[in-house]
């Protein structure tokens, strides 16, 4: 587990976290938060900072969106 991954399971706001990556090696990382509060709280943590800072050294391209759920379905069969 990186330091990310880390900051992000102690962090009581965050519901989960989960990171993807496609075989041409693009990754993706979701976080689903539980409040505005707790959105606050992630982005001005400082390990998440530090990250967020180094990003374009590591990655061609880097992207955040922030989305609010709307309505959720959880489908079984």
């Given at each position: 587990?990186?330091?990310?991954?880390?900051?992000?399971?102690?962090?009581?706001?965050?519901?989960?976290?989960?990171?993807?990556?496609?075989?041409?090696?693009?990754?993706?990382?979701?976080?689903?938060?539980?409040?505005?509060a707790?959105?606050?709280?992630?982005?001005?943590?400082p390990?998440?900072?530090?990250?967020?800072?180094?990003?374009?050294?590591?990655?061609?391209?880097?992207?955040?969106?922030?989305?609010?759920?709307?309505?959720?379905?959880?489908?079984?069969?």
């Amino acid at each position: 587990m990186g330091p990310v991954a880390g900051a992000a399971a102690r962090h009581k706001g965050i519901e989960s976290y989960k990171s993807f990556e496609a075989t041409d090696g693009e990754r993706v990382t979701i976080v689903e938060l539980r409040s505005d509060a707790a959105l606050e709280a992630w982005a001005t943590d400082p390990v998440h900072r530090a990250a967020k800072a180094r990003a374009g050294e590591i990655y061609e391209w880097f992207r955040t969106d922030i989305t609010r759920r709307v309505e959720g379905l959880i489908a079984e069969g």
